[in-house]
């Protein structure tokens, strides 16, 4: 077992000085967010997260399909789609059944437009970063090809994960329907097997964060920066994905109000929230990088462009 001071040598110089003054560094992250224009980023991403996700999710399955039975992906999807879409993964993941059972209407033209719209939320990310990470662009600046390519890279990243995923829930839901007999007492797995499966959410969401903040940012931050990230942002998201469930049950007159749109009102309040908390992790490591050792603000330029200096 680690101890204290092995978890702060891991952590980096800066970890002692920010456990002893958590308030100080929350109040740095929470008003350089509000400096970056955090929450008009998010509805950016969120907007383009909304265009990208049906086409995104419709590519994936239709190409995993192949190796994976097609209703044991969509049963995977409904799972963990309720940790994106509280709430309304039950809807989208019925509108993208009834795509698939008339594939074949998917020509060439469909094809190419749903794998442009199914990238542009990474792309509108990684442009979000930028800002938020904008110490790393001025050292260091991507080339185009890479921004080009990196979405449709992380698209096939997500595929392959979905894929391990869906054999790994799978067996664990094979493990909940045995029982486990011991002198007199038979015990059910069904509650290990969902406690487990609960745990691959988490330990995947955090996997699928870091992954984000490890790649989409310009330059090689460490991986216990994107751990610190990913862990704040999962953890801020669990609490606001049981909040966003209580409030559409009980308080939400969304469906009085929007009607026919009340779906699509949901999905973008939902991907609101978690572009607002994704970005707030990405914050997080920004100010963790430029804090310095001694417990002080590191003097930080305030985000230019290349011609505002001219």
């Known amino acids: 077992m680690w101890s204290l001071h092995d ?63 097609q209703q044991a992906l969509l049963l995977t999807l409904r799972r963990y789609l309720e940790w994106l879409l509280p709430g309304q993964s039950r809807a989208v993941v019925a509108e ?30 990684e442009n979000a970063f930028s800002v938020i990470f904008h110490h790393r662009v001025k050292i260091r600046r991507r080339h185009f090809m890479v921004s080009a390519i990196l979405p449709y890279a992380y698209i096939l990243f997500l595929g392959v994960g979905l894929l391990v995923v869906t054999i790994v829930a799978g067996v664990l839901q094979a493990l909940g329907e045995e029982e486990l007999h011991f002198l007199w007492l038979d015990l059910s797995l069904n509650g290990v097997s969902a406690a487990l499966l609960y ?41 606001s994905r049981r909040a966003l469930v209580w409030y559409f049950l009980t308080l939400s007159q969304i469906g009085v109000v929007y009607g026919s749109l009340t779906t699509a009102i949901a999905v973008l309040l939902s991907l609101e929230v978690a572009a607002i908390l994704l970005l707030l992790g990405a914050q997080v ?4 990088e430029r804090y310095c050792a001694e417990g002080q603000a590191c003097a930080v330029q305030p985000f230019t462009t290349e011609g505002a200096g001219r």
């Not at 992954?211 to 330059?219: A, D, H, K, N, Q």
């Open 199 to 239: 745990l691959l959410g988490f330990v995947g969401e955090v996997f699928v964060l870091a992954s984000i903040y490890l790649v989409m940012p310009v330059g090689r931050p460490l991986l216990r920066h994107a751990l610190i990230g990913a862990v704040a942002a999962a953890v801020l998201w669990e609490i």
């Open 96 to 125: 993208l059944g009834n795509f698939l059972a008339h594939r074949e209407v998917l020509g060439w033209v469909l094809l190419v437009s749903m794998l442009f719209f199914s990238s542009l939320a990474f792309t509108v990310l």
């Open 285 to 288: 490591i920004a100010e963790y």
């Open 7 to 69: 978890r702060v040598r891991f952590l980096g110089p800066q970890a002692s000085e920010i456990l002893h003054h958590p308030a100080d560094f929350v109040l740095r992250v929470l008003k350089a967010f509000k400096a970056n224009q955090g929450l008009l980023l998010a509805g950016a991403v969120a907007y383009y997260a909304l265009l990208s996700i049906v086409p995104l999710l419709i590519l994936t399955v239709i190409a995993l399909s192949h190796f994976v039975d």
